[in-house]
């Protein structure tokens, strides 16, 4: 039988590794807070897309779009290629990071719904695996059924059209008693779909960070965790949100990598 264990970080794997699970591994490598997330069952259309997208990204500019490509199909590859035989364990944290590319797995996995794997979730209870859930996780794991991963794909589908109602609907409406992290995230994600003022609410939290005179990148990027229950924001993704605030007029960068709003900023722009 074919056993597949799915983790969300390089860090996650290192712990994991210690405990000599004897079975094969993929790391999740996708951010899907980010960029152009194409309304389409069509896997060729979305890595393109998906590859484009990551090729803009600073730390990925080595890679070359096709390779980037490669990636992803690799990793769609190793869920689709499962039988109902095999056996999936996903390590997961509660943060919208990792529930985003929960959703994704389960909506993958749901294109073939009559021939799923023995599917296995083990979520820690904050937003960074560690070496007690590794301990303990795979003995509290839960599987999930059908109806589990019909709700996961619902989830990626509202997700992915940035429908705030929807996600909120969705929430209020599904059983989430096997995933409650994702319920939660669907819930933050809601409040990440731009305002009337074209603001995320991680847009809109940094503004407020800097209007109460904090403006070095780190006092940034470290003040953003007091706003979450589960902090999932990486100092990368958080560079390019400030760009972005930047290229909107609301904030000015300053010599010494600092930040300061600008004088297009308004107070009522950046109301939570």
């Known amino acids: 039988m074919l056993k ?92 919208i990071f990792d529930q985003t590319i929960l959703m994704r797995v389960l909506y993958l996995l749901n294109q073939n719904r009559t021939n799923l794997p023995k599917i296995y979730l083990y979520c820690c209870k904050s937003y960074c695996l560690t070496n007690e ?24 589908s509202a997700f992915v059209c940035k429908d705030a109602t929807q996600m909120i609907e969705l929430a209020d409406s599904e059983d989430f ?14 409040e990440d779909v731009p305002n009337a003022n074209g603001l995320s609410r991680t847009e809109r939290q940094i503004l407020q960070i800097l209007s109460i005179g904090k ?23 958080c560079k390019r949100i400030l760009n972005n605030l930047v290229k909107k007029g609301l904030v000015c960068l300053v010599e010494n990598n600092n930040y300061q709003l600008s004088s297009a900023y308004n107070s009522d722009v950046s109301e939570i």
């Open 215 to 237: 403006h070095s990148f780190e006092e940034i990027f470290q003040g953003l965790d007091a706003f979450e229950e589960y902090p999932f924001l990486g100092d990368t993704a």
């Open 4 to 95: 597949l264990h799915i983790l969300n970080g390089d860090f996650s794997l290192e712990l994991w590794k210690k405990y000599n699970f004897s079975t094969n591994w993929l790391v999740w490598k996708e951010t899907y807070l980010e960029g152009p997330l194409p309304q389409s069952d069509d896997l060729h259309v979305f890595r393109s897309v998906r590859a484009e997208f990551l090729s803009t990204f600073e730390e990925l500019s080595s890679i070359k779009v096709d390779a980037l490509y490669k990636h992803l199909q690799r990793m769609d590859n190793a869920l689709l290629e499962l039988s109902e035989s095999s056996e999936l364990m996903l390590w997961f944290d509660a943060c």
């Open 177 to 190: 008693a096997h995933m409650p992290a994702m319920r939660k995230a669907l819930l933050r994600c809601a």
């Open 133 to 156: 859930d590794f301990q303990k996780g795979y003995s509290e794991k839960v599987l999930l059924d059908c109806h589990d991963v019909g709700i996961a794909a619902k989830a990626w």
